[in-house]
């Protein structure tokens, strides 16, 4: 166990359902992100959130929506997704402008798309 | 504009030689930290090092060790012995002063052979 965990491990669903996937940290860290990674290409930052707040927001398409209720729990929607948005989607947290130990990450959810 | 290339996509070498992963970057800040993340078949990133802009020096823990060399922009990782448990993708990764993003390389798939 890292300290960050992420629910659920694996997701499938239709491109017209509506799912969340969850994570929750248990560090005390005051920011969090969500990574995607998908087959052959590189981690792509998707969101941070720091303090709450969101800061960064890489030009995700609209039908990921974050969530972030307090420091510790960060979510994403997902509604009317594509097949190419299957991926590995990775948590992590850590002391946001600091660094020291990098990030913390949690397991992932492999999400398909069908 | 940060970039983390690793040229080596997939390497495959038998237990116990040596094996080095290369990391080349490339920031324009003075002061910057470098990472390498492991991530097993089990999906998790784990942090391996961070290290700063001003501290050249290089590191050994056990059977890893990191070469840091400023003047090539190069922050290569050496496997010492190794073991069939260190099979996974390895990630070399930047982060600017004062920002709570960490850029990634595209990872080395590394295989070791019994």
């Known amino acids: 166990e890292t300290g960050v965990t992420q629910t659920p491990r694996h997701l499938v669903m239709g491109m017209t359902n509506k799912k969340s996937l969850k994570c929750e940290q248990h560090?005390?860290?005051?920011?969090m992100y969500w990574y995607k990674q998908s087959a052959k290409k590189p981690l792509e930052l998707m969101f941070v959130?720091?303090?709450?707040?969101?800061?960064e927001n890489n030009s995700v398409p609209s039908r990921f929506s974050p969530e972030c209720p307090n420091s510790s729990h960060l979510f994403l929607h997902l509604h009317t997704l594509q097949p190419e948005d299957s991926a590995l989607y990775l948590c992590?947290?850590?002391?946001?402008?600091?660094?020291?130990?990098?990030?913390?990450f949690g397991s992932g959810t492999r999400l398909t798309v069908v | 504009a940060q970039k983390v290339t690793q040229a080596q996509t997939e390497i495959s070498v038998v237990e116990k030689e040596d094996v080095t992963l290369d990391c080349v970057y490339e920031?324009?800040?003075?002061?910057?930290?470098l990472f390498w993340y492991k991530q097993p078949p089990s999906g998790e990133l784990v942090f391996l090092i961070r290290?700063?802009?001003?501290?050249?020096q290089n590191e050994i823990s056990g059977r890893y060790s990191w070469n840091f060399q400023k003047s090539t922009s190069s922050f290569n990782f050496t496997i010492t012995a190794s073991q069939v448990v260190d099979s996974a993708v390895y990630f070399c990764?930047?982060?600017?002063?004062?920002?709570?993003?960490?850029?990634f390389g595209k990872g080395t798939r590394l295989h070791i052979l019994p």
């Open positions: 992590a947290s850590s002391q946001a402008l600091t660094l020291t130990d990098g990030y913390t």
């Open positions: 290290r700063n802009s001003f501290d050249e």
């Open positions: 959130y720091n303090f709450k707040e969101q800061t």
């Open positions: 920031t324009r800040d003075t002061t910057y930290y």
């Open positions: 560090l005390g860290h005051n920011a």
């Open positions: 990764a930047l982060s600017e002063a004062g920002d709570d993003k960490i850029i």
